[in-house]
């Protein structure tokens, strides 16, 4: 599942309300996923994704992955496939996330 991204019910962080948003998987972990989020609102540390980024499906328009921040995702959440990103771009958000966060 790494590189994919779904539709999920992203919930706000008070978990008060959620919206339905696409996510990117960095991760599995067993029955969990390690996600970032997209967006189309430019703000500082997010990378821009179009489907020149994308091996497999399509993305409704162009959007920006926000980065570092991430979240665990349970896989039963995630109900539709959106695509997949081409093993390039996937290897330069893993260096972006990589310096966000401060990992070697």
Do not use: W
Request: glycine share 2%; net charge positive.
């Amino acid at each position: 599942m790494v590189g994919k991204i779904y539709l999920a019910k992203i919930y706000f962080t008070d978990l008060s309300e959620y919206k339905i948003r696409p996510v990117l998987i960095i991760k599995e972990l067993d029955e969990d996923c390690i996600c970032l989020q997209f967006t189309s609102k430019y703000k500082d540390n997010q990378l821009a994704i179009s489907n020149f980024d994308i091996k497999d499906g399509v993305l409704k328009k162009d959007s920006l992955i926000v980065v570092p921040k991430n979240f665990t995702l349970h896989k039963s959440i995630m109900f539709k496939y959106i695509a997949k990103i081409k093993e390039k771009k996937l290897q330069e958000i893993f260096k972006i996330f990589c310096q966000e966060i401060g990992c070697n």
